[in-house]
């Protein structure tokens, strides 16, 4: 699977500089066992063109996958077609282009439009040619579709779905990439992650400038978006498209019911966030009236940073607790955790191997002794409404429980404890399926 960018014109040099990309080396790398190589074929004055593709590992892309007796995912062509494995992929090797950060000397020729090509493929779409066509042609684009370079001597059938999208028009380097990064997965009717509230961000931010304007907009969010309830409401530039219940987004009411409970407690002077990554969370926490102290405990030393970025950006605000941040996780023990008023695992435990959880629990009911305990993990049963068939939501999870495999854990790890529990559910509910976030709150009990 393969992008080839072609740019014709004066000045088309500088591009190499926007991808920060030397055209007299060729860039190769390995991506979760994948082959990722990018190489100019010219680049002058007046011509540049450069290809980037990815030689997919078949293993690689079966790991975690829950029938382990199934073949046929290693010879699925599924792997093989540019759709969002393809993005993931080569997202890293752009990353410079796609955010419009080049070296200072060369900042002035993101916004510069030149006339470019793109060609990429093959694309398996269940979209017609012209429905294809509405995607690009309201962004200025000529579109061409090609099913001649594929060699069919390798299928078992003499027609495939799968073909070639040549698009021509000027636009931003930077814009072209967003454009193709927002669009590619919309052709097909597949996403091979969890879509998550990254996700949605990284939706609004390819899109900004764009998008709000695209008469298939709502379309192009749908599609990107697969479900309705992290797709309504989609924020595109300040503007907010509300479903008719108006729901938030999934992450956003994790949030607000986990400060809900917090507010709730009869004790809230000192609150741990345990895994609190950059801190979305623990600068919410700081705004609850009675609380004093946040520690926000996080392995990531990246995230860590953003953390305090994102603190320091409010901490001025009166009435703002601004947590203090501990490079810590829940497999060492920290005496400075110990007796605070709350703690809180918002979507941790999935990320830890079943097998070491009991001695988290132990460590958190016999050395911490919180007064409260909140902990939030997925419904594996609403990946029904998903459609995730096997799939986790997310590919660094260990497990997704359902319902009554979380009840059963969470009682048996207080079984030994002064605690009572409250299970509840967070998100749209469905009849059959239940919440999409499970939520159990473990209260100590007062002696």
């Known amino acids: 699977m393969q992008l080839s960018i072609r740019a014709t014109g004066e000045n088309v040099h500088v ?7 030397n055209p007299n080396n060729s860039y190769e790398r390995k991506v979760k066992g994948h082959l990722v190589r990018l190489f100019f074929s010219k680049c002058s004055d007046l011509e540049v063109d450069f290809t980037i593709f990815v030689t997919p590992d078949p293993i690689e892309l079966k790991k975690n996958h829950a029938n382990a007796s199934d073949i046929t995912h290693y010879i699925n062509d599924r792997e093989f077609a540019v759709s969002s494995i393809f ?20 900042r002035e020729w993101v916004d510069y439009p030149f006339p470019f090509e793109f060609n990429f493929g093959p694309v398996s779409s269940s979209l017609s040619d012209q429905e294809i066509a509405s995607l690009f042609e309201p962004l200025g684009y000529e579109m061409f579709i090609s099913r001649d370079e594929i060699d069919y001597s390798f299928h078992l059938k003499e027609k495939s779905t799968a073909c070639f999208i040549t698009l021509k028009g000027n636009t931003t380097l930077q814009t072209g990439l967003r454009q193709l990064f927002v669009l590619i997965p919309v052709l097909d009717n597949y996403k091979h992650y969890y879509i998550d509230q990254k996700e949605v961000e990284k939706v609004e931010r390819y899109g900004s400038g764009w998008l709000e304007e695209h008469p298939l907009k709502e379309f192009i969010l749908k599609q990107a978006l697969r479900f309705k309830e992290i797709y309504s409401p989609m924020k595109i530039e300040g503007e907010i498209q509300d479903s008719p219940n108006n729901n938030v987004r999934l992450n956003d009411q994790r949030y607000e019911r986990i400060i809900e409970t917090v507010k709730a407690a009869k004790y809230k002077e000192s609150i741990v966030d345990f895994g609190s990554g950059e801190g979305k969370l623990s600068v919410r926490l700081g705004f609850v009236d009675g609380v004093k102290e946040i520690l926000a405990v996080e392995p990531s030393e990246s995230a860590t940073i953003k953390a305090i970025r994102r603190f320091e950006r409010v901490e001025s605000k009166i009435d703002f607790v601004t947590p203090t941040t501990i490079w810590g996780s829940l497999f060492y023990y920290d005496a400075r955790l110990k007796h605070k008023d709350i703690i809180i695992l918002c979507e941790v435990i999935e990320h830890i191997d079943e097998s070491r959880l009991p001695k988290v629990m132990q460590t958190i009911f016999r050395e911490y002794q919180p007064k409260t305990l909140i902990i939030t993990t997925p419904n594996q049963e609403y990946n029904n409404v998903y459609d995730l068939g096997n799939q986790m939501r997310h590919d660094d999870h260990r497990f997704e429980w359902t319902r009554t495999e979380f009840k059963k854990w969470c009682t048996e790890c207080a079984e030994e404890y002064p605690y009572d529990l409250k299970f509840e559910g967070i998100g749209e509910e469905n009849e059959r399926y239940g919440f999409p976030t499970q939520i159990c709150v473990f209260t100590r009990k007062e002696s």
């Open 15 to 21: 591009i190499s500089y926007l991808l920060a990309k």
């Open 87 to 106: 993005l993931s992929l080569i997202r890293t090797a752009l990353g410079t282009a796609l955010n419009g950060q080049p070296i200072d000397e060369y």
